[in-house]
């Protein structure tokens, strides 16, 4: 995790939350439940090709702007998976915040 770009950490990232994912019986969860974690799903897609688009910005100013798009979807992310942790292991759920703060971090 140390020397990778962002994007390759939140490619893990996200594999580690569909790997999750997979796993969850949701014939069990309540509709919120399911309703979050299919917000989980998108969001951490979402925040993939936004950190992608962010390395791949070709001047300061988009690579800004970016940078704050990014960032915000990632946020958006921790704060799903942290209402999600009643469906995983509060190992699994803390593991993949500091992930993800991790990523913030060298994220401009």
């Known amino acids: 995790m140390g020397n990778e770009s962002p994007f390759l950490a939140m490619q893990r ?34 925040a993939r090709i936004d950190i992608r688009d962010y390395e791949l910005s070709e001047t300061r100013e988009e690579q800004l702007a970016k940078a704050h798009d990014a960032k915000k979807r990632l946020a ?22 500091a992930q993800l703060e991790h990523i913030m971090e060298r994220v401009i």
């Open 76 to 97: 958006k992310l921790k704060a799903n998976l942290l209402a999600s942790g009643m469906v995983f292991g509060a190992a699994d759920v803390a593991q993949l915040d």
């Open 13 to 46: 990232a996200e594999t580690s939350i569909k790997a999750l994912l997979r796993v969850v019986d949701t014939d069990l969860l309540t509709p919120d439940e399911k309703k979050a974690l299919g917000s989980l799903r998108r969001l951490s897609g979402d």
